[in-house]
């Protein structure tokens, strides 16, 4: 499977800046630009000839191509507003900086606001089941995608409202009330060598619905072990229903008694507004909306990429 791999090195500021005494030379980005343009102008010129850059990329080779040709001035790089969606990872590297003398700024349009989003948008949903959606993301270009977070703008959301990051299906629910000790099971203690204990979760009988659950082979414990001071996602390999323990990827410490701890990624644990679930094998992805939202017009955002 592809890991997800989501980084961005830019360092950009709201408004003007002074680059120097001397005039800068400026390239523009703008979602109504195109790589083909020269960057030089802030909008299209009335013949739609030449203007903007429409990508991050391409101003980054343009200052490439002008430090190449010898730095004589300082270099801006004027990101017109707009949502920048990345598709793959955007990075500067030490050649895409300048010098004490001729600096190369990154900035935004004064009065603008770009955003810039190291996320793919979902599409293509389809009703599944008991108000549940679901997304073929292999018809969307992200097979064999993984990540652990979603995001998701409702319809009514106002340009500046960010997005909700939503809850992967979880049991227990989480406990907004109790956000830290409730939505948890309790481990009732452990047994076994110390190697022993760094990958078998225990639980009391009855506290998991297993027998609700018809696949676990996704699924993931999320806990806060040993002392408190440590915390792991690892996944279940098996599950010892007579014993009362979930075998899990080993991780560094024991898992020792009221250790909290649920489990995550179970499409069986699907029930509640604002979850979601991954089936990773198959890249399809599940989503409960929030309460009162709608699909149609909202935005589901996944932080991943292809390379």
Known sequence: MKKARF????????????????????????LKGKDQWSGRLADPNAAATDGPFATLERARDAVREVKRAGLTTPVDVVVRGGVYDLPQTFVLTPEDSGRPDCPVTWRGQEGERPMIRGARRV?????????????????????GVTFHQ?????????????????????????????????????????????????????????????????????????STYNRGWHFAITPILSVDRAAHILNVQPVRGEFIKLNRFFIQNVLDALDAPGEWYLDYRESVLYLYPPAGESLDKSEVLVPCSTT
Not at 194 to 199: D, K, P
Not at 203 to 212: F, V
Request: aromatic residues 12%; glycine residues 12%.
């Open 150 to 222: 979603l995001f998701f703008r409702g319809a009514g959301a106002k340009p500046t409202d960010f997005s909700q990051r939503l809850i992967l299906a979880r049991y227990p629910n989480f406990d907004p009330e109790h956000p830290i000790t409730g939505g948890n099971v309790y481990m009732p203690g452990s047994v076994g060598t110390v190697q022993e204990r760094c990958h078998e979760v225990y639980y009391t009988e009855g506290a998991l619905p297993l027998d609700q659950w018809q696949d676990m082979s996704q699924a993931e414990v999320v």
């Open 7 to 30: 980084a961005i090195l830019l360092t950009m500021t709201c408004g003007p800046l002074m680059s120097g005494a001397r005039a800068a030379t400026v390239f523009y980005v703008s």
């Open 123 to 143: 599409t293509g949903w389809q009703p599944w089941r008991d108000g549940i959606w679901r997304a073929d993301l292999k018809a969307q270009g992200m097979g």
